[in-house]
């Protein structure tokens, strides 16, 4: 148990649906993270809330849309999404964002596109 | 930019015997090094970081690591590997002045009875 809890852990829905995922952190951190992983690539920095602000977005297409409603909690909404977005989707906090805080991941929520 | 090399896709070795999963990193100050392990259908838990003080840093399950600056690496130690230390295993740097944490492609070790 890390502290960091996803929903659901698969999903799988069609281009045309719209879903949702979710991540709460029980253990007091301020900043959250959404990466995602693919087979045979490194894990790719999504979006980062720190304090609820959202600090950085790696060019992330429009289709996904993050949402911070308070420190503990993070979602990530799917929408029109394709194939090749079918990935482990990582959320992730630390204490803050300064380079010493460890990273707490979640166990992932597993995502199949068809 | 900050950066992290994982060499070996693949590490393979007996049980019983030492392991060494390797690092190396580029960043442009001082470096923040973490280990992470990744189980199947498990997400990345945490080994052990280096943020200053001494080379040598002791994580959980046993595993070390050493810093090494004049070789820019990180290398990830075991002295006695067990079958269950079988999992992914990530490099990761974190940069003054950077807001994310870079991580290495990952080196999959298989440890055999």
């Known amino acids: 148990e890390t502290g960091v809890t996803q929903t659901p852990r698969h999903l799988v829905m069609g281009m045309t649906n719209k879903k949702s995922l979710k991540c709460e952190q029980h253990l007091g951190h301020n900043a959250m993270y959404w990466y995602k992983q693919s087979a045979k690539k490194p894990l790719e920095l999504m979006f980062v809330?720190?304090?609820?602000?959202?600090?950085e977005n790696n060019s992330v297409p429009s289709r996904f849309s993050p949402e911070c409603p308070n420190s503990s909690h993070l979602f990530l909404h799917l929408h029109t999404l394709q194939p090749e977005d079918s990935a482990l989707y990582l959320c992730?906090?630390?204490?803050?964002?300064?380079?010493?805080?460890?990273?707490?991941f979640g166990e992932g929520s597993w995502l199949t596109v068809v | 930019a900050q950066s992290v090399a994982q060499p070996e896709d693949q590490v393979n070795v007996a049980e019983g015997n030492p392991l060494t999963v390797k690092c190396t990193y580029s960043?442009?100050?001082?470096?923040?090094l973490f280990w992470y392990v990744q189980y199947p259908n498990r997400g990345l838990q945490f080994l052990l970081k280096y943020i200053t003080g001494d080379n040598l840093v002791k994580g959980s399950y046993g595993f070390e690591a050493e810093f090494n600056k004049s070789q820019t690496s990180f290398h990830l130690k075991k002295p006695s590997a067990l079958v269950s230390d079988s999992a992914l295993y990530f490099c990761?740097?974190?940069?003054?002045?950077?807001?994310?944490?870079?991580f290495g492609a990952g080196t999959r070790l298989t440890v055999k009875p």
């Open positions: 990761a740097v974190r940069d003054l002045g950077r807001d994310d944490m870079r």
């Open positions: 992730a906090s630390s204490q803050d964002q300064t380079p010493v805080d460890t990273i707490y």
């Open positions: 960043v442009s100050g001082n470096p923040y």
């Open positions: 809330y720190s304090l609820e602000e959202r600090v």
